[in-house]
Nanobody, 122 residues
Framework: QVQLVESGGGLVQPGGSLSLSCAAS????????MGWYRQAPGKERELVAV???????RYADSVKGRFTISRDNAENTVHLRMNNLKPEDTAVYYC????????????????WGQGTLVTVSS
């Protein structure tokens, strides 16, 4: 059973920094593509950043240059370092194992964590 557990959310002032972590279990983490998403009140859930199993990264335009996604395959953990936070970064941040179709047609389903709240406010 795949489990994703986020941690590290909290209250931070504008311009501050915060690091989120997502610990994965029940999955072959080294072949997983992992993503961070967020959902602000009254808004749709949106992609923040994705890191593939081979380390390629992609970011939403709104966080480029401020956020950094990384992974530690030895610890089965994906991180999101957030710098220069803005009030509009306030949201529940979710970790996601991205769906995959492996060679041979094996499908690996998406899984979501429970989310962690980040509030950027003075």
């Amino acid at each position: 059973q795949v489990q994703l557990v986020e941690s590290g959310g909290g209250l931070v002032q504008p311009g501050g920094s915060l690091s989120l972590s997502c610990a994965a279990s029940g999955t072959i983490f080294s072949i997983d593509d992992m993503g961070w998403y967020r959902q602000a009140p009254g808004k749709e859930r949106e992609l923040v950043a994705v890191i593939t199993s081979d380390g390629r990264v992609r970011y939403a335009d709104s966080v480029k240059g401020r956020f950094t996604i990384s992974r530690d395959n030895a610890e089965n953990t994906v991180h999101l370092r957030m710098n220069n936070l803005k009030p509009e970064d306030t949201a529940v941040y979710y970790c996601k194992r991205e769906p995959q179709v492996l060679p041979g047609g094996v499908r690996r389903l998406e899984h979501w964590g429970q989310g962690t709240l980040v509030t950027v406010s003075s």
